[in-house]
């Protein structure tokens, strides 16, 4: 099984401030065949469900701030928010889509400093 | 707009079963590969299972494997999850959730299951 990885637990950043978050595959999830990085990082709210920020580790999904932005390839990725508002206040989950089980990350909580 | 509703989660003995569907509407579901994924209380996502579009493949971790069946109904727009055999440790909600690929567009609010004497 790819086993991911997140780091911080959890972080507390200012308003306006930034946040960085990382993820790290226990294997490379980019493919061969169409170099792409099947990592996708998700957001969740308290007593919601997750929401899809951005796929294929880097595109951004309709309607989610700039703000918000995927890097990252092989086995490290990195989730960062540029300027942190006070409705990013979540865990932020990656996941690779890349083989079966498709393993999550244990969550990074980011909160409000 | 996009919805997805499941429903039959509940209070359920050790040993016991439990059949979980999920509602869907506002999209193409049979365009779609469909999840199961579950959170414990308190606790981080976890992949349960996975079902292509035409039901053709399946894939499940390896933790319910034997227990669990995901299946489809494409004429009427829903997925399933058959539990059986029910642990403390499925103690979870379950959400449904659907993508064009492995990865997940839409999710619904979730049902709880819990597995309790």
């Known amino acids: 099984d790819i086993v991911m990885t997140q780091s911080p637990d959890s972080l507390a950043v200012s308003l306006g401030e930034r946040a960085t978050i990382n993820c790290k595959s226990s294997?490379?999830?980019?493919?061969?065949?169409?170099?792409?990085?099947?990592l996708v990082w998700y957001q969740q709210k308290p007593r919601q469900p997750p929401k899809l920020l951005i796929s294929?580790?880097?595109t951004r999904e309709s309607g989610v701030p700039d703000r918000f932005s995927g890097s990252g390839s092989g086995t490290d990725f990195t989730l960062t928010i540029s300027s942190l508002q006070a409705e990013d206040v979540a865990v932020y989950y990656c996941q690779q889509c890349y083989d079966s089980p498709l393993t999550f990350g244990g969550g990074t909580k980011v909160e409000i400093k | 707009e996009v919805q997805l509703v499941e429903s039959g989660g509940g209070l359920v003995q050790p040993g016991g079963s439990l059949r979980l569907s999920c509602a869907a509407s506002?999209?193409?579901?049979?365009?779609?590969?469909m999840t199961w994924v579950r959170q414990a209380p308190g606790k981080g996502l976890e992949w349960v299972a996975i079902?292509?579009?035409?039901?053709?493949?399946?894939l499940y971790v390896d933790s319910v494997k034997g227990r669990f069946t995901i299946s489809r109904d494409n004429a009427k727009n829903s997925l399933f999850l058959q539990m059986n055999t029910l642990r403390a440790e499925d103690t979870a909600v379950y959400y449904c959730?659907?993508?064009?690929?492995?990865?997940?567009?839409?999710w619904g609010q979730g049902t709880l299951v819990t597995v309790s004497s």
């Open positions: 079902i292509k579009q035409d039901g053709s493949e399946k």
């Open positions: 959730a659907g993508g064009f690929g492995w990865y997940n567009v839409y």
């Open positions: 506002g999209f193409t579901f049979s365009s779609f590969w």
């Open positions: 294929w580790a880097s």
């Open positions: 294997q490379s999830v980019l493919s061969s065949s169409d170099n792409k990085n099947y």
